[in-house]
């Protein structure tokens, strides 16, 4: 917890440091407030008084009362600006780091957990802040201050007083030891409940393809009746403090009471009026002890689950980032353009056994190197080490004839144009997909976004739509095609205009005459550029200078398209299976 409020600003401790002195003034005029009050019983209670003087005394309380009421204005504002500003600090961080860490760490916390940090566990704390802030300086300071008023009075009113405190105390603690171990329950059950929305939201289409809504709802509402069985639980737990609160509350003032009328009856005449006045006194400050211990209570119910979000926030801002940026940030290299895998072989970090094994190669500048191989081969995992979504685990990725690892993430990304597996669109206009990002070469202009979706055969379509390059996409490109979505991405990479071409079974989706045009216009656009291309389709890459097949991990053939029909059994069973006789024949020849 502790560790986390380092987050707070130096501004936002000025502004904590200016609440205290409110919040003392605050309980100071407060604990004046009984003072008055006893002047003012005991003017009433003698003969030959004057009005003016009650008169003056109750002024007195109304300033009190107003300037109490004015302080806690000021210091309920300052507590909202500080725990926003704290929340918005810690958010940003979170984010960030979030956008730093490698894909394992990310898919260890799991997306709906990132989320629940990010929002409800942020929210927590920020409650804490705000509301704790006050409770916490004011209920210790009110408390003291009291007891220091009222110790001298009665003992038998402390006792009183003392034995209220300690039966209200007990009852927290027990309510605490019911309640706490449930909060962390709480926050995972919310992690649960927002990945099942989350993927029912993402998979709509296939939800309603299959007529899985109710399967769905009842998997929603499974996790949703865990998460509202535990939250009840809590709440009718917590429900039984606010009335017995009030209840010994009332007791202790009634019980006071009790006290002081036979103290008073077995008092002298004159100590009678002193004993009434003392009374009337310890009751309102008992009332101000009382109030101060359940405002500790209540911070110590809202503190343990603030504990746990707390505690879930730095376990994602102190998780280790295993890829580790370089240092290098140079444009200009001895080498441009080359990719070279020195006897890399990988293995998750959990996993026994290697997915990728001594796999070596060199694409030159202007190059073009395919991957092919059953699903599972480690073809996109292989590529995704250029880089550096993974680290190689043994053996060397050098980009230009330098390790990646040497690189500044800024400075590897630069170099390089990637189109992922799966087609990303963004919540923007078609321009805007396009343009994403920045390499360094400046703002893209019009014309660089209209010649990028002109090679990747997405002009027809994007000219097509309402408003044109202007026209919106929707997050995720729900309002595309699929082939759609894969020419705005691949488009996105022409854009850029990279040293290295990043292609992951990014024509799946195109029928064979856009892929075919696609690829001839890309030869003439990317000759220059060196691109690696993963593909499932023989057609898609028979035309690459150097193709590595893959089966389970290892590289089992090496060379051209004729090269591999003749001297690579799993190479010639994938295109047998694909190609016809007549299309063997021709590439055999």
């Known amino acids: 917890m502790f560790k986390l409020f380092k987050n707070l600003r130096k501004r936002d401790v000025l502004l904590i440091f200016l609440a205290v002195i409110l919040i003392c003034f605050q309980v100071w005029l407060d604990l004046k407030l009984p003072d008055y009050m006893s002047e003012i019983t005991r003017l009433v209670q003698t003969p030959g008084s004057e009005i003016s003087e009650i008169l003056k005394n109750g002024a007195f309380m109304l300033a009190c009362a107003f300037g109490s009421l004015v302080a806690a204005v000021i210091v309920g504002y300052l507590a909202a600006n500080i725990s926003a500003s704290f929340s918005k600090t810690v958010r940003k961080k979170v984010f960030n780091k979030v956008e730093d860490l490698d894909t394992s760490k990310v898919k260890k916390f799991s997306v709906g957990s990132l989320i629940t940090r990010t929002t409800n566990d942020i929210t927590q704390v920020e409650m804490l802040i705000s509301m704790g802030m006050q409770m916490m300086i004011k209920a210790p300071i009110t408390a003291v201050w009291a007891i220091t008023k009222i110790v001298d009075k009665s003992w038998e009113w402390s006792t009183a007083t003392a034995v209220v405190v300690v039966i209200l105390l007990s009852v927290v603690a027990v309510l605490m030891v019911l309640v706490i171990p449930r909060f962390k329950i709480i926050q995972k059950l919310t992690d649960k409940l927002n990945s099942v929305t989350r993927e029912n939201i993402t998979g709509i289409r296939v939800v309603r393809a299959f007529n899985a809504e109710r399967y769905q709802q009842k998997k929603f509402e499974n996790a949703n009746d865990d998460l509202t069985r535990v939250q009840i639980f809590s709440q009718r737990a917590l429900s039984i403090l606010s009335p017995t609160i009030f209840f010994f509350m009332h007791s202790l003032t ?336």
Do not use: W
Request: charged letters at 25%.
């Open 254 to 589: 009634l019980v006071i009471y009790i006290i002081g009328a036979y103290l008073i009856d077995h008092a002298e005449g004159p100590d009678k009026l002193t004993l009434f006045s003392n009374m009337v006194v310890f009751s309102s400050y008992a009332m101000q002890v009382v109030m101060s211990f359940l405002m500790l209570a209540v911070i110590f119910m809202m503190v343990p689950r603030a504990q746990v979000s707390a505690a879930r926030i730095n376990e994602v801002l102190d998780a280790e980032e295993d890829i580790k940026e370089g240092t290098i940030n140079v444009t200009n290299t001895a080498e441009t353009g080359t990719v070279e895998f020195k006897n890399v072989s990988f293995k998750y970090p959990d996993a026994k056994e290697y997915l990728l094994e001594d796999i070596s190669f060199k694409a030159e500048k202007g190059q073009t190197i395919a991957f092919i191989g059953s699903t599972g081969s480690g073809k996109s995992t292989l590529i995704n080490l250029v880089p550096r979504f993974y680290d190689a685990t043994k053996g060397e990725v050098l980009i230009d004839g330098i390790n990646v690892k040497e690189y500044t993430f800024k400075s590897l990304y630069n170099k390089l144009g990637y189109v992922p597996q799966k087609a990303v669109m963004f919540d923007d206009t078609v321009s805007g997909n396009v343009a994403f990002g920045d390499n360094g070469k400046g703002k893209k202009t019009a014309k660089q976004i209209a010649d990028a979706i002109k090679v990747a055969q997405g002009t027809s379509f994007v000219e097509k739509l309402d408003k044109s390059y202007f026209a919106h996409i929707a997050q995720g490109g729900t309002n595309i095609s699929g082939g759609q979505k894969q020419r705005l991405a691949i488009a996105r990479a022409i854009a850029r205009n990279p040293e290295i071409y990043i292609f992951d079974d990014s024509f799946s989706a195109l029928d064979y005459k856009t892929d075919a045009a696609l690829r001839k216009a890309l030869k003439e656009h990317t000759k220059d550029a060196t691109s690696l291309i993963v593909a499932q389709r023989i057609g898609t890459i028979m035309y690459a200078d150097q193709i590595l097949v893959l089966d389970n991990g290892k590289c089992v053939g090496k060379g051209t398209h004729k090269e591999l029909l003749k001297s690579c059994k799993v190479y010639r069973e994938i295109a047998e299976s694909q190609l016809s006789e007549d299309e063997l024949k021709k590439g055999e020849l």
